[in-house]
Structures are given as C-alpha cells and as structure tokens.
C-alpha cells in the first residue's frame, strides 16, 4: 500500500466530533484567474458550516471529538481578544452541548466585537487577562482548569497544547485528501497550493502532498510576528503527524517552501495585507482576514503566485472573517470613517439637532455621540 493509501485508511481510526460541514468546496475564482494568468481556486474552508466558518472548525472535529471520547464535560480554550480559536470552539462547545470557558489576553486591545462578540453570542463563559504572551494565555488555561476539576468538572484545555497541534495536522492532512479528490473532479493533476500558515495548518497540507507523490507543492505564509521558528514548526508538526498516522511520508527541508518571512507583530495590519483583503473582496466577494489569509493573499499578489508557470493555484481559505469587525479603522476607506469618525463633530456644531430636522437623516444624536465614545475610548 502507498503512503496516500495508507494516510487515507489511517484517518478513518479518528474519532470526530459531528460539527460543521466538511467537505468544504473548492470553488474557481473566475476574475483572480484572470489577474494571476492561471486557474485560482479557493478551498472554502471558511464556509465550514459552524461559528462562520474556519480552519478550526475542521480541527475541532479531530480536538473535540478526542477530548469527548477521553470523557470531557467542559472545554477550556483561550487567545487574544480577536483570536479565532476560542470563538470557534465556543461555538462547537454550543453545538456539542458542552460548556466552554474561555481566557481572553486583552493586551492587544479589546473590542466587544467580531470574534468577542461571537463567543459571548454561543454563551462562553469570559475571564480575562494582561499575560501578554500565549505561554501565559495557557498558564491561564491550567489555572482555570484545575479550579474547574476541583469542582467536579472533568476540563479539557483545546488551546495550543501539543497534542492538540498534532491533532490540527492530522486534520488538514484529512483536508489535502479531500482537495486532492475535489482537484482530481475538475480535472487539475498538478496544483499550488497556498495557505496563511507556518505552523499545523501547512503542516499537515504539506504531509498529505508528499504522501501523495509531490505533484501538489504546499506553500506557507506564516502571519506576521509568527516567522521564527516557522519552518521547523512544519517539518515537526508534519513528522508528528506522519508518526501518528504510521505514513511513511516525511517532508524533507527542500519541501518546506514559505512565502513570507512573518516578520513584524502579531496582529498588526500592514498596507499590503489591507490591499489584498480589499482587492479580493472588490474581485469576488469573498472576505479574507487582517492576520492569516488577507496577508498570505498579499504574498501571493506581492509576488504573482509563486512560480509563473500556469500551474493552477489553489488558495486555502481558512476563514478568519469575523476579525475585520475589530479592524475597521484599518480597513475601511477613508470616506467611509469620515462620514462616522469626523464628520458628526463637524455636523453637531453646524446643523440642526436631528430631532429637528425630522427623519431625513439616518443617524441620531445618541448614535452619534456612542460612535465618538468609541473613538475616544479606544
Ligand atoms: C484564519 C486562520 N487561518 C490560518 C491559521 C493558521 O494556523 P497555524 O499557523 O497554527 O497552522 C489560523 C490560526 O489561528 C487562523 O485563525
């Protein structure tokens, strides 16, 4: 049996959780193709089906699903206020009838919006803190679990253990099967496949492409502030994965290929980043993020995909859309928060109260002075 075989009979030993809708669909961008000169496809990971979709969707099938098989009756995750994670598990903690305690790093700033707004909408539970780095989000994670076992809960942390990192391999090792099947259908043999990772995501990606002969080459945009270490978190991850599903693929160091140096902080937007999530949006419709896949998008635009050869491209669309809420200073275009930042304070002086002009205008004062609130406060 090859090692494709073999990775596809081993997956089926998994117990997944019964969230989300996987497949996802790998959909043809008809004007990207036209910009980049070659077949664009999006796989859809972001319409996964729960928490509007993402990457950890397809993940919480294998974490969930093997923190509920080992008896699990809470789920602990937690991130920054923005982050994706603990909104997507709260999410699955709600579909699953599980509760789910969630830990919020407030030290990148805090909105009750996007993701925030998400998992408080799926009645996680929020505490926060100022630890400031992920190593003290997690101590976080053990304190309140423990606390949450001493009352007789039986806790498990979803967040950044290892385990569950090898486990999100094997998730997207299951990801490259079901893009090879969808890729095959349309009749692309011979793909790039590009992905707003340096870590797990990419990793078991670039797994399922090895076992599968290498006719697909994976690519990674680790986000920016997520750069050091990126290549050998992939090579591990990949031949963590590979151990845990007895394949017989390990990529090598020349099959690690990264777009993006992901240098810079964490969760800061750059220009490129905001033009890519504009000009995808402007181009199709579809939504990427400020952190993992409008700035792997801006590699790829930065650079016309990463080799001109007209192989198709395959685009992993990991989701993450629900952050552009928390970033609308950024992304919006300068008329756009003009009309809501500056242009009240000029109007509130100058004109009638709004009360006196009737219904004409849309906003009311209260609205208004909330939205100035915002601004001051922020
Ligand atoms: C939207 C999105 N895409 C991609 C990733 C990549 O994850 P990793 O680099 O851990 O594989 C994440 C992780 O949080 C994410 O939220």
């Known amino acids: 049996m090859g090692p494709f075989d073999r990775l596809k009979e081993s997956l089926g030993q998994y117990s997944r959780a019964p969230i989300g809708i996987v497949p996802t669909p790998l959909q043809a961008m008809r004007r990207l193709s036209r910009h980049f000169g070659r077949p664009v496809y999006f796989k859809r990971d972001d319409l996964a089906g729960l928490a509007l979709g993402g990457s950890k969707i397809r993940i919480l099938r294998f974490t969930a699903g093997d923190a509920v098989a080992r008896g699990a009756d809470t789920f602990v995750a937690g991130g920054y206020a923005q982050s994706n994670h603990p909104a997507q598990v709260a999410a699955a903690g709600a579909a699953l009838g599980i509760p789910t305690h969630v830990v919020l790093d407030v030290t990148k ?58 486990l999100s391999a094997v998730a997207y090792a299951e990801a490259f099967v079901e ?141 993450g859309a629900p952050t552009v809420f928390a970033y609308e200073r950024e992304l919006a275009s300068r008329r756009i928060l003009h009309h809501a930042f500056v242009a009240p304070r000029i109007d509130r002086a100058a004109r009638p109260s ?5 219904t004409e205008f849309k906003t009311t004062r209260r609205s208004r002075r909330r939205r100035i609130r915002r601004e001051v406060y922020r």
Request: aromatic share 4%.
């Open 109 to 166: 700033g805090y909105e009750p919006q996007g993701n925030v707004l998400l998992l408080d909408l799926a009645g996680a539970r929020v505490r926060f803190t100022s630890a400031g780095s992920y190593e003290g989000v997690l101590a976080a994670c053990r304190r309140l679990a423990d606390h949450l076992a001493r009352a007789g809960r039986r806790p498990q942390i979803m967040t950044q253990t290892h385990e569950s990192r090898v």
């Open 354 to 358: 709004p009360r006196a002009r009737g």
């Open 179 to 319: 893009l090879a099947g969808q890729c095959e259908a349309v009749g692309v043999c011979e793909a790039d496949v590009v992905v707003g990772s340096g870590g797990p995501t990419c990793a078991g990606l670039l797994l399922g492409a090895v076992a599968a002969g290498r006719r697909c080459r994976v690519f990674g945009v680790p986000p920016r502030g997520r750069g050091e270490g990126a290549r050998e978190q992939v090579k591990g991850f990949a031949a963590a994965a590979a151990a845990a599903l007895g394949v017989d693929a390990v990529p090598q160091e020349s099959d690690i290929a990264l777009l993006a140096d992901g240098s810079g902080v964490y969760g800061e937007v750059d220009r490129e980043t905001i033009a890519a999530l504009r000009f995808v949006a402007a181009q199709e419709g579809v939504y990427l993020d400020p952190v993992y896949t409008g700035h792997a998008m801006a590699a790829l635009l930065r650079r016309g995909g990463p080799s001109s050869n007209g192989r198709p491209l395959v685009f992993v669309q990991t989701g």
